[in-house]
């Protein structure tokens, strides 16, 4: 039995003693929304630290209790050390409940990257998606991908390069980017644009970052970048996690032509006044607005409508 293989028989023991029925509460709400995603943050998944794996799964068994839903993303730091253990048990997880989620959207975060070459780990990455049901997975050559629905586009950024905390985004990714935008734009739809590290100052950096750097807790260097383009488009609705933040008045930040929600982890704990675990975003996408609710998945309810961005409104420029 390789290391791997121990940890993952430790981990799925843990999963196993897990009493189902204990999850209770107000399933999620769809109402009338003709698309709804959920967004989690920061998974963060460890072969040492189970409580992350508890809290995970306590939102993943929420969502197994709900209506159908479009697609659940984890918008990256899926695992702690990006190791074979650590995907296997997300991906059981994610198993579980592909019977109500018709779509998996996996993000890579820098603890997802970090300790392996690029390649290598991206490989590493693609097979953990492959065995997810309803998974969609990356091409060989990078994280980045989109996908086309009816009522809004998909586009899932990634690093190109193995890093320790920020992000790298080749040229190549930026020329993608902007054209990914453009196609949303064309058809008149909004583009949900997915990257685990939000923009320079935005979403409350550097305090949300526990106040450290001028850039540290965003992309990085490219993250000038990233926003200009955002700047050529319209209806561009940036979703990110990384900064461990609760639901708060940070979350969410209105620059006009592009939005940032900034989405708490599920796994480990959340900084600031709102702080309960598992928490995360239940979008629902209408033909002229979104509207994003923050959830205590483990708890199964919503987040009091008196803190600041429980529940968030779109209105999408015609
Ligand atoms: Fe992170």
Known sequence: ????????DKML???????????????????????????FGDPQVSNYMFARENSFYKGCR???????????????DITENGMKCEFRTVARMLNEISGVVNNFFLIPGNHDVRF????????RFRKFAES???????????????????????IMMGTDRSTFEAAYISPAQLD???????????EKKPAFVFNHQTLKGANGLPYTWMGKGKWRGSIGMESNAVKSIFEKHNNV???????????????????GSYKCLSVPTVGAG????????????VINVYEDKIIAKARRFGDGKYIDKTVDNAEIRIDLQK
Not at 64 to 75: F, H, K, N, P
Not at 239 to 247: C, D, P, R
Request: proline share 4%; with cysteine; net charge negative.
């Open 270 to 281: 959340n900084h600031g006044e709102c702080s309960y675990d598992t928490q995360g975003y």
């Open 62 to 76: 929420d969502l197994a209790r709900s209506a159908v839903i479009d697609a659940l993303v984890l918008v990256g």
């Open 116 to 123: 392996r070459p690029f390649h290598k780990q991206l490989n």
């Open 13 to 39: 023991k843990m999963l196993d003693a897990v009493d189902n029925s204990r999850f209770t509460g107000e399933p999620v709400e769809r109402g009338d929304a003709p698309f709804t995603f959920v967004v």
């Open 132 to 154: 997810v049901v309803n998974g969609h997975v990356p091409a060989k050559g990078g994280y980045y991908h989109s996908h086309d629905f009816p009522l809004c586009r998909f």
């Open 237 to 255: 609705i940036f979703v990110t996690g990384h900064l461990h933040f609760g639901t708060s008045k940070y979350n969410y930040e209105d620059y």
């Open 1 to 8: 039995m390789g290391i791997s293989d121990f940890f993952y």
């Open 176 to 186: 993608w980017l902007d054209r990914e935008i453009g196609i949303a734009e064309s």
